[in-house]
């Protein structure tokens, strides 16, 4: 990354306090820990922890600029430049510094499956191109722009996931990235206490569209099927992935062979071919399916693109599998859930045929008046599915004991109220053979489980 502080100072309309204008900045840092020498550092306001304070540290560690809210006037070192907002003036520099690449950007939304869908796309692109993506799942208002600042002659396309919890936000960060074309992998019920229904949730995602243009394309889920209804009435080019008929890019015949699953997929041009991934679950065949479509659209060859899908590796605490010395078999999807994600979770670890099959799922939040109804339904999905033990964690989560009993009365449910009574159940009933998934909200920090489980049962 390469501006000057004259070009980032006209980039976000703001006013140069002191410093050279001419001097070069070559990195974009919010993390006052970790700013490179000749970097901007931009201070964001956070609930506990105003950044401009650190501002006087940065540029003696070696910054070349700072952005300010707080200021008006300022002595060196370094050049500071005073804005009306810096997390807006941030998105407005990325903007710019975006403006200066022509390589195609994809982004990537959806309620769940974006951190994996974001790492198979890139993958299946990589086959034939250099590519940037999204590091973990940075896809924020400040997330986002830092990933731009990544952008270098180096790369022939890049990939961007793209997240949204409240109105607006999209707009904000689709002005940032400017996709060229998106993937859209789902509508759920993610962040539906901010935003009210589904319905909006849709509108709001689609704004990822807002710098299509001419010869943009919008890859849709068509197993969705609020997804599927847009096919065909936007004022650009849809194109469905999934497994129904009516898809252009298909998967048929999915089959799991241990921990990997193997799919024939059909491209709309004829051609077909078979693909494995190391994973497992039909949503990941999805995600692959995505891959496969957005790197024939953008000119790499599609027996490369489903050989390289057999390199991904899932991202950390999303449906991890580990198997223990002695015999225990651990799923961890700790990372975030949501009612979608849950039943998917569940679909895998049904999968596993062997020993009990235990359910460890915590709230679920963000979901407002939904909430009793979600975790019950996900309760009662799991005794459907065939799960034989489910333990919840937290008070949201005992509803879904009481959707598992609707369905089979006398299955074995355990109420838990945090993740230390959690681990103490789960440590007196795992057996050489089981198999258990482990899955809540961000804040429920289920990954504590995850390691107590792993640690007792490594002996």
Known sequence: MKMTVS???????????????????????????AVPTGALFVPICGERVDAHDFIPAVLNGGAAAVLTQEHQ?????????????????????????????????????????????KEMVALALSAGKNVMKTNGNNNSQVGVPLTIFR?????????????????????????????DCAVMTNIGVSHIQQLGSRKNILAEKLHITDCFHQGSVLFLNGDDEMLRELSGTLPFETVLFGTGADCAFRAEHVKREGETTRFSYFAPNGESGEAVIPVIGAHHVLNALAGLAVAQRLGVPLSAAAGAL????????????????????????????????AKSSLGVLTS??????????????????????????????????????????????????????????????????????????????????????IKGSRSMHTEEIVSCVLRSKEG
């Open 7 to 33: 070009e980032i100072t006209s980039a976000c309309g703001g006013r140069l306090l002191c410093g050279d204008p001419n001097t070069e900045v070559t990195a974009v840092s919010t993390d006052s820990r």
């Open 73 to 117: 006037t300022a002595q060196g070192p370094g050049a500071w430049i005073a804005v009306k907002n810096t997390k807006n003036a941030l998105q407005s520099i990325a903007a710019e510094y975006r403006a200066r690449f022509s390589l195609p950007v994809v982004g990537i939304t959806g309620s769940v499956g974006k951190t994996s869908t």
């Open 151 to 179: 952008l270098s002659g180096e790369y022939d396309a890049a990939v961007v996931e793209m997240g949204m919890s409240e109105f607006g936000e999209m707009s904000r960060i689709a002005r940032v990235a400017a996709p």
């Open 310 to 341: 057999a390199q991904y590796q899932a991202p950390a605490m999303r449906q991890q599998i580990h198997h223990t010395q002695n015999g225990i078999t651990v799923i961890d999807d700790s990372y975030n859930s949501s009612p979608d994600a």
């Open 352 to 437: 596993f045929r062997k020993g009990k099959r235990i359910a460890v799922l915590a709230d679920m939040l963000e979901l407002g008046s939904y909430s009793a109804e979600a975790h019950f339904d996900v309760g009662a999905f799991a005794a459907h599915s065939g799960v034989d033990l489910l333990i919840t964690v937290g008070e949201r989560a005992g509803a879904m004991a009481e959707g598992a009993r609707s369905v089979r009365p006398d299955m074995d449910c355990r109420v838990c109220s945090d993740n230390r009574q959690t681990c103490e159940t789960l440590n007196s009933l795992l057996e050489s053979g089981d198999t258990v998934l």
